[in-house]
């Protein structure tokens, strides 16, 4: 599929046709993740079979996730409509994916059982996976009172009765309209990922790996964050209009529902960093980094890999790659062994859980990647939190540090680098794509920070002094006792004065003054 390319989120380059002038021609999958929903599905489903999307391209799947009472379909309905039971587990983002699994569609629109779209409400999310593999459209919604609307038949004018009610704005309106409709939120515009109303192609939910079933609450978040690394463009599509029929559970109780949240988004979505504590690991680190050990000394390697771990930016993980499984254990001189460097690099980070032992730099998760040219140069405590940042706020996709021996080390966006190979031509270099689409800039190794990893002095648990100044260091160094060293004489302390005995009144009024 040969794509139009987005730069960051600038979806609003994209040429997507009106409303009515194109002829669909992708399979849309509606799933409806439905708890306690009969007395609102019968209008839902009523609202979709009024849809101006092709009938024989359009299913609905409903998901029902209730045990106590059946859902029964009603008399006004898309044409394939049908309903299937959630028979393990339980929540919204497990009835979603159960849901995905039973359908078929090329598209997947996920749409709440409280939900009332206008006619032409599928065709405006479709129109943009026509377009692009790896767009996730959000559609627009109202908060309104469903009284009016529960007044009427299924099969009378629904479209029309909430034309002059009192309505209420969704959180992420705001958002929309600080960014122009996400084209300039760049990264950050995955936040907005709200499941109520949104489309996305089954092959990009396949990709990102799914709802995670797991999650009672914010499973769209999370799943946001998972699209966002596999290259996703949000769309924010005001023309995909819907209306919430009653306020949402989050509107009900906010803060209990963020409450509820933080420590499982924290630990699973690396872009709320601001939520994060210094001298946590968390499932998904912020930044990897990645040095190939083969062919290196074990003393240069444990040098960049100490101050790796050294760096002010905690929130990271190592992946080493090498021979791991090839180190044997027969009888050899140990000072002799032709492995002793990668036996010696894999002793000493065998109980460290932030380092990796690794054959290749796989699809582990991350939101930046590091990937080191050689062990020959290593990062200052600040270099890998100033390069982050310095990528955070231009929102480019690469930076790569040029080292005074020819090598170089390379800070990835996980996004940029998705996007890029999604889009790049054959034979197309994939960092001219990424420069494209993110931007990219070269620095130099003392300008970044890095040092000979032969003159890092690395760090101790007694302190980063060097024997000079540490005695103790010395012992350590040099293999002997530090001398004992004379300790001045402290004058005696004049004895305290004894307190003067109070009377009872006294200590009574003391009392009664104290409260």
Known sequence: MNQPRVRRNDWGTLDAPAIGSWKPSLTV??????????????????????????????????ADDDPRKPLELPEVRPERTRIVRVEEG????????????????????WLDADMLVEPDEVEAQARWHHLIDHAVVLGHKWFVDPAPLLATSPDGPLHDVFAGVEKERHWVEDVWDKTDDLRAAGPRALRTHVGATASLRR?????????????????????????????????????????????????????DVNDYNQPFLTDRVPDLQPQRR??????????????????????????????????????LSVSLLGDWSGIGEERISPLDDPQKSARLVRASYAGDPRVH??????????QFRLTLGSAGWAPGPETLANLVMHLERTHHG??????????????????????????????????????????????????????????????????????????????????????????????????????????????????????
């Open 90 to 109: 339980w929540g919204r983002a497990n009835a979603c994916h159960t849901g995905a699994l039973a359908s078929d569609g090329q598209v997947i629109h």
């Open 203 to 255: 092959s990009l939910y396949e990709e990102s790996g799914g709802m995670d079933t797991s999650l009672r609450l914010g499973e769209d978040i999370d799943l946001g964050y998972r699209l966002a690394e596999q290259g996703a463009v949000f769309v924010a599509d005001r023309q995909a209009r819907s209306w919430h029929l009653g306020r949402s559970h989050q509107q009900h109780r906010q803060d």
């Open 278 to 315: 210094r001298g946590r690991l968390y499932t998904v680190p912020y930044l990897e980094v990645v040095l190939d050990t083969r062919g290196q000394d074990h003393r240069s390697v444990q040098a960049v890999v100490d101050s790796v771990l050294a760096s002010t930016l905690a929130d």
């Open 357 to 366: 032992l690794v054959k290749e730099a796989g699809p582990r998760r991350r």
């Open 398 to 515: 690469l930076r790569q540090v040029m080292m005074p021996d020819g090598t170089s080390a390379r800070l990835e966006r996980s996004a940029a680098v998705a996007r890029a190979r999604r889009v790049a031509r054959p034979g197309e270099d994939l960092d001219d794509v990424v420069d494209e689409l993110f931007g990219s800039w070269w620095v130099e190794a003392g300008d970044a920070g890095f040092e000979p990893s032969a003159t890092i002095k690395r760090p101790r648990l007694r302190g980063t002094a060097g024997p000079a100044q540490d005695p103790a260091a010395s012992w350590v160094e040099l293999g002997q006792a530090p001398a004992p060293q004379a300790k001045p004489r402290k004058k005696a302390a004049a004895p305290t004065p004894a307190p003067a005995p109070r009377s009872l009144k006294d200590r009574v009024r003391s009392r009664l003054r104290r409260g």
């Open 29 to 62: 999958s509606v799933v409806i993740p439905a708890y306690g929903a009969q007395r609102l599905l019968p209008y839902v489903l009523a609202g979709l079979a009024a849809q101006t999307y092709p009938a024989h391209l359009l299913e609905v799947v409903v």
